[in-house]
């Protein structure tokens, strides 16, 4: 197997006594496509910052392909970053834009035309050469970012929210541009932002990050369907995240009525969260789901009716479902047992953020 | 990046930061701490006092000049931000070339030369015939206080949105109402910095105001550059002080926030760097807002002091010298005679002269020296004082009417008021040290030992006076071959003399600055009796030169357009009365041509050669006398090439 | 419309008190006392000591702004590093000496640089050799960068504190080193603030005549000493307007350098 291109050891930052990341190892294989997730202020952008070498860590090390580069300044790094706002060179034109990383490196002059005529045509962009920085339009000026970024042939490209300033139609088809681009290069992506649909679309790994730790790691249908714990739930995709308590094995006990469920291993009477996503719960004629509600809400979404089902507790279920029950309709809730996720309680609050559920 | 090399760089940054500070803050610290000092002396170390800080509020001058440079200020603030406001937002809907147009012409009064601005403004009042005064520094203020406002407003103008505007107007808002309740507040930042921008230029400004203010008033910058010419009283520094803290302090506060525990959800947003930018326009607007506050309190509370202190039809004008009379002696007569003077100070009898002659302020009585008198009198700017309104001409030693007859033939027009000569001030000590012979002649002045160590008189005549005795001539010859010699001569000496200066002579010999120093006799009183208080080891001797020198005159004269005569004659009257002449002469320290008050005098002073020489020994001397404007001319031309040289 | 009637004051403001003016000088620079037409009061600037005066004030001003210069880049850019909130606060640290009126700030300049003056004061507690610093054209220099200097720093800090912080990383993302970053990006990026702080400061130096009377001890005449005595002592109007017109050149050149290189205003000092 590959050796990791990247290997973050240990790394702890803090601004100003605020502990942004604590303790954090992480490991990136060539060749991947990881996302950094997590909402703002999770410590993503710090990791990758450090990984760009613009923060040097409080403790611990940046290895990259082998080599100790924890304290590199970026400019000797053979990786490169797209920024969250593009940061392009106002003052230059497209191509100088573009060739400035060549042009530093005392690359030939003809090689370095090549080079430009090459990465516009992979961002689509064949003669905008001489073109400013502010004729552009904003998904055009992400793209000379990228190109800016690519010719210089870096082993890991960094990019820290690049579509975020993008209308929602332009970024999806960005996100397929950055796939291709991914899959034409092999170059390894490490991607950051705090949009989980971009995340479970283009990576191969996500990293779900909170609080300056990682809450959980994996490929998107891991995190998606077996959340580790409730920020993941909650994170990733809309669910219901309920108090309940594992009765014994495979069976567990929510609001008073019984579930069967397929995990195991928590011990009996133990309190737990569970986990059940919108589109799993399947409403049911009254007297034949183990837990009884009344419609309380309805909006049609396209694919799926989005309800709202209130139980005599008064948790507020959401529920997917392409059946259509009106508002006030008394229906039961029943869930099969392998769409039941159970997660432990969190005993203390920074328990909560470093994600313990073992 | 390495931490010892970011800690280093740190350390070099914060280095640099305090030398920076060190480098703007020096001469301002410096100023506080002379505001302390007991001597008025800039270079000596007298003790401590806080006479001046007394002194600064009893000084009607000075609190004058604070009202007047703090209302001017906050007007022409004002008045620059509502015309630059609504201009900013008429320029940024007009088309890119009228703005283009617009906008040069507003950089002119910002890339112009103060001078030419200023001198342009008082061509313009005196064409429009505006006089000149208190309005015409307040629109000269206003002009070059638009530009900062409007290119403060203008960036704001670009960030706001559009359509705010447009749905306020589509909610239903009158254009006034949108235009108040939303464009403003987005503009408000820019709208205030312009104010503060305009607030501190004007409050800063000398050039512009020194060449369109008029009489009976001064601002800061004027009242202090007036007093430059004999020393400045250390009470401006006090009240400088004053202002610079109070400033200092509202800064402080404004900008002091509890370092708030920053919440974990900023980290991201901080390492990008975004985050203070965010949060400056409102800091300004804070400043700014508190600042403004702290001026319209020190605004209301000088209008209402300056209410209080005029109200009189009864009006003298008065134009004399910077610090040409005890100030005791103004309210003396004010009270006795119910007569509210307006008291108004100039540099040098040039600066008078145009004056007096455009008739931009009218003044009823004028003090000019001899030769002034005489281009005044040839030039029909002078009436006849009524002689039976002075009763106390008789005091003035007849002598010294019989020296008016060079420039007053008849003795119809003036009044005797001060009198000296010029000689030279030399450094004992100074002068053995540098192995040079006690001065005894202008000639003294040429000597290479010397060289350095020469203060020479800043002003045409004195300077060719110096050297065209020296040659043997008349100080009034329009010989251009004599006048070409002395301007070699001058030359020739330029690279001995240390600086060309005025009445700074005097403060820079006591202090020990320069060896040899041409000087009014007027000074010597003040001069010897500072060098005691201060216990120098060195004295200062005064010599009149044996070539002879110049013997001048100042006296009181009457404009041919005074609207007062009779107030004016009842003032020269009131300074001939002995005592009064007698408070003035301690005062001012230069000799009296008042017999009465000689009299008065301990017969030690009278005895004191340096002040009241025998005129029977001063055959050589000789008072200056008008040459003509085109004899005047050659003097100018030819001491700009010694100047220049 | 009602808009474009805001500017109805300013405009008439601007041609009162500022193109009416101008055109006073013009008047008087092209007619001599009679009235009659004449160019001799501009081409007086080429008589000996005009000329003189004209290049040394060129001299001076010239070697103050590069001073000014190098002294405020490096400040506009540790400022910047400073980053966080430090903005406003050091705007109005340099703004603040102006409350200290201009005359005394230069006076305190004269009582530092003396023979026996603070300095020196201090030299001779180090035991080091009196140095003469005043009536020198050293001293004006320093007299003109101490006065003009936050007019170089202001627009320079204002357009190096506008460049995303990204920027700079990205330079150095893609190998430049801290030179090459400085050369290629930051400096071509604050050549806006760098031409309005050239002009801010060299215009006002070029024409001071009090800081050559306060600190060049009046040996040295300076152009604006020129033009402030022919108004104020030489009474010749026309001479003195004949120079200001002679300046004005100076000042259209300042105006075409802003019109090329800040023609969006970036380098407003405020």
Request: proline letters at 5%; glycine letters at 6%; a negative charge.
């Amino acid at each position: 197997m590959h050796q990791p291109l990247i290997d973050l050891q240990h790394i702890s930052k803090s601004f100003d006594g605020t502990m942004v990341l604590d303790d954090l190892s992480l490991t990136v294989k060539e060749n991947s496509f990881v996302t950094l997730l997590g909402p703002s202020g999770c410590g993503k952008t710090t990791t990758l910052r450090i990984i760009g070498g613009f923060e040097s860590p409080d403790t611990g090390s940046v290895i990259f392909d082998g080599q100790e580069i924890t304290h590199l300044p970026p400019n000797k790094r053979q990786l490169n970053t797209v920024f969250q706002k593009y940061a392009l060179f106002t003052h230059m034109t497209i191509a100088d834009n573009i060739a400035f990383g060549l042009k530093i490196k005392n690359k030939p002059k003809s090689y370095i035309q090549d080079k430009i005529k090459y990465a516009l045509k992979l961002v689509n962009l064949d003669g905008y050469e001489n073109r400013s920085v502010d004729s552009l339009s904003g998904g055009q000026q992400q793209r000379i970012a990228i190109a800016r970024a690519i010719v210089n042939e870096p082993r890991l490209l960094l990019l820290d929210e690049p579509l975020g300033a993008l209308d929602l139609k332009l970024r999806q088809d960005m996100q397929y541009e950055l796939i291709r681009l991914k899959n034409e290069l092999g170059i390894t992506f490490i991607y950051v932002t705090h949009d989980q649909e971009e995340a479970l679309t283009m990576s191969d790994t996500i990293v779900v990050m909170n609080q300056g730790y990682i809450q959980q790691m994996g490929s998107p249908e891991s995190i998606y369907n077996e959340p580790e714990n409730a920020f993941v739930a909650d994170f990733i995709g809309d669910s219901n995240i309920v108090p309940g308590i594992m009765l014994r094995d495979e069976l567990v006990e929510i609001f008073g009525a019984k579930f069967a469920c397929v995990d195991k291993g928590f011990g009996t009477n133990r309190p737990v969260d569970v986990v059940i996503r919108p589109e799993d719960i399947d409403l049911v004629a009254p007297g034949q789901g183990a837990l009884s509600g009344i419609v309380t809400h309805l909006i049609f979404k396209g694919v799926h009716y989005e309800m709202e089902v209130t139980t005599p507790d008064g948790f507020e279920w959401l529920v997917h479902s392409t059946d259509l029950f009106p508002v006030g309709r008394q229906v039961d809730i029943h869930v099969d047992p392998f769409d039941i996720q159970i997660m432990n309680k969190p005993a203390s609050e920074d328990e909560e953020a470093m994600g313990v559920n073992e | 990046m390495s931490k010892t090399y970011r800690s280093l760089k740190q350390f070099f940054s914060n280095f640099y930061l305090v030398f920076i500070l060190i480098f703007l803050y020096a001469p301002i610290i410096t100023m506080m701490v002379l505001s302390f000092n007991t001597s008025k002396s800039r270079t000596q170390w007298g003790g401590f006092t806080l006479a001046w800080y007394q002194q600064m509020l009893s000084d009607p001058n000075i609190i004058s000049a604070l009202y007047y440079t703090l209302l001017i200020a906050f007007v022409s603030a004002l008045a620059a931000c509502i015309i630059g406001t609504a201009a900013a937002i008429a320029i940024d809907s007009m088309k890119p070339v009228t703005k283009t147009i617009v906008l040069g012409v507003t950089n002119i009064p910002m890339l112009n030369a103060d001078i030419v601005t200023g001198i342009s403004l008082m061509l313009a009042f005196l064409a429009f015939g505006i006089s000149l005064g208190f309005k015409t520094i307040l629109i000269s203020h206003i002009t070059f206080n638009i530009p900062y406002v409007i290119l403060s407003v203008m960036p704001k103008l670009k960030q706001t949105n559009k359509s705010t505007y447009e749905a306020a107007l589509d909610l239903g808002a009158h254009p006034l109402y949108a235009f108040f309740k939303v464009v403003f507040p987005d503009i408000m930042p820019g709208v205030l910095s312009g104010f503060l921008l305009a607030f501190t230029m004007s409050l800063d400004d000398f050039i512009i105001t020194h060449f369109t203010r008029g009489a009976g008033i001064n601002t800061l910058s004027t009242l202090i550059y007036s007093q430059v010419r004999r020393g400045i009283q250390p009470s401006m520094y006090a009240l400088s002080s004053v202002i610079f803290l109070t400033v200092l302090v509202l800064l402080l506060i404004t900008n002091y926030r509890p370092r708030q525990k920053k919440s974990i959800h900023d980290t991201d947003a901080l390492s990008g760097g975004a985050f203070h930018k965010n949060s400056l326009p409102e800091r300004i607007q804070k400043s700014a807002m508190a600042a403004a506050a702290v001026m319209i309190l020190f605004s209301v509370a000088f209008i209402t002091f300056k209410k209080y202190t005029t109200a009189s039809s009864n009006e003298l004008y008065v134009y004399n010298w910077g610090e040409y009379i005890d100030e005791e002696v103004v309210a003396m007569f004010e009270e006795e005679t119910g007569i509210d003077v307006t008291y108004d100070m100039f540099e040098t009898n040039e600066e008078m002269y145009p004056v007096i002659e455009a008739g931009a302020v009218r003044y009823d009585v004028v003090c000019p020296s001899d030769y002034m008198i005489q281009k005044m009198i040839e030039n029909d700017l002078l009436v006849e004082i009524n002689f039976e309104n002075v009763p106390n001409i008789h005091q003035i030693n007849p002598t010294y009417l019989e020296m008016s007859k060079s420039f007053d033939p008849q003795n119809k027009y003036s009044v005797p008021y001060c009198w000296g000569t010029v000689g030279i001030l030399y450094n004992t000590k100074r002068i053995q040290e540098l192995g040079v012979e006690p001065p005894d002649s202008w000639h003294d002045l040429w000597n290479p030992a010397l060289a350095g160590e020469i203060l020479m008189q800043d002003s045409v005549r004195d300077a060719f006076m110096v050297a065209l005795k020296d040659l043997g001539y008349s100080m009034n010859t329009a010989d251009i071959s004599q006048l070409q010699e002395a301007k070699q001569l001058l030359i020739d000496q330029k690279p001995l003399v240390q600086a060309y200066v005025i009445d700074q002579v005097r403060d820079k010999m006591i202090g020990g600055e320069a060896a040899v120093g041409v000087v009014y006799s007027g000074e010597m009183l003040y001069i010897q009796e500072e060098v005691q208080n201060l216990g120098l080891d060195y004295e200062l001797e005064y010599v009149i030169p044996k070539e002879g020198t110049n013997l001048w005159l100042d006296s009181w004269v009457i404009p041919a357009n005074a609207a007062n005569k009779e107030n004016a004659e009842k003032w020269i009257d009131f300074l001939c009365r002995p005592e009064i002449a007698l408070r003035n002469f301690e005062y001012i320290t230069y000799p009296t041509p008042n017999d009465g008050a000689f009299q008065l005098l301990e017969p030690e002073l009278q005895n004191n050669k340096s002040i009241f020489p025998d005129l029977d020994h001063l055959e050589d001397s000789e008072v200056f006398q008008y040459l003509g404007d085109e004899d005047d001319a050659v003097y100018n031309a030819l001491w700009k090439e010694v100047k220049s040289w | 419309m009602s808009k474009k009637l805001l500017s109805g004051p300013y405009v008439l403001w601007m041609i009162g008190f500022t193109i009416i003016p101008l055109a006073l000088i013009l008047y008087y620079g092209l007619t001599d006392r009679s009235g009659a037409f004449t160019l001799a009061n501009i081409m007086a600037i080429a008589t000996a000591e005009h000329a003189k005066a004209l290049w040394l004030s060129l001299g001076l001003s010239l070697a103050s702004t590069i001073c000014c210069l190098l002294l405020a880049y490096p400040l506009a850019m540790v400022l910047r590093a400073k980053g966080v909130g430090a903005g406003s606060f050091i705007v109005f640290i340099f703004i603040l000496p102006m409350w200290m009126n201009f005359l005394l700030r230069t006076l305190a300049w004269q009582t530092l640089l003396e023979k026996s003056g603070v300095i020196n004061g201090f030299l001779a507690l180090l035991h080091l050799p009196p140095q003469n610093m005043i009536n020198t054209p050293a001293a004006i220099i320093l007299g003109m960068v101490y006065n003009f200097l936050p007019f170089m720093v202001l627009p320079i800090y204002n357009v190096l504190s506008k460049i995303d912080d990204n920027t700079i990383n990205a330079a150095t993302d893609l190998g430049a080193s801290s030179l090459q970053t400085f050369w290629h990006i930051l400096l071509p990026l604050s050549v806006p603030g760098i031409i309005s702080g050239i002009n801010m400061v060299f215009v006002p130096a070029l024409t001071t005549f009090v800081i050559s009377n306060l600190l060049g001890g009046s040996k040295i005449l300076l152009i604006g000493n020129v033009i402030e005595q022919e108004f104020t002592k030489g009474s010749n109007w026309h001479l003195g307007s004949g120079l200001s017109l002679v300046l004005m050149i100076f000042i259209l050149i300042s105006m075409a350098l802003i019109a090329k290189y800040d023609k969006n205003g970036e380098g407003n000092a405020f």
